[in-house]
């Protein structure tokens, strides 16, 4: 169906709307057998809910690294200053 529209700026933005739309329903293999990866890696969405993972992990890494110092018995502020979370933050972890 995509392929019977002559425009190719509307064949992608018809592509990656139904890649967004076939997340809500398919499972991934599925959706990569039906649809390209370059043009699902071009999707805004899809670069939003990269640029999140990449923010969620960064978080998760400073939360592991700050419960390891504690552990070491690091002062928090050193802790704070070392890894950028709030001294309120750090102390949630304990």
């Known amino acids: 169906m995509i392929g019977r529209l002559d425009d190719p ?3 992608h933005e018809a592509s990656t709307a139904a890649y967004v739309l076939s997340g809500l329903k398919l499972e991934p293999r599925v959706i990569g057998q039906i649809i390209r990866r370059d043009l699902m890696q071009e999707s805004a969405t899809y670069q939003v809910i990269k640029e999140e993972g990449h923010q969620e992990g ?21 802790i704070a200053r070392t890894t950028g979370l ?7 972890l304990q």
Do not use: D, M, W
Request: charged share 30%; no cysteine; glycine share 0%.
């Open 86 to 92: 709030s001294v309120e933050a750090i102390q949630a």
């Open 58 to 78: 960064r978080q998760e890494e400073k939360e592991t690294v700050a419960r390891n110092l504690l552990q070491e018995r690091i002062e928090i502020a050193v």
């Open 9 to 11: 700026q509307q064949q």
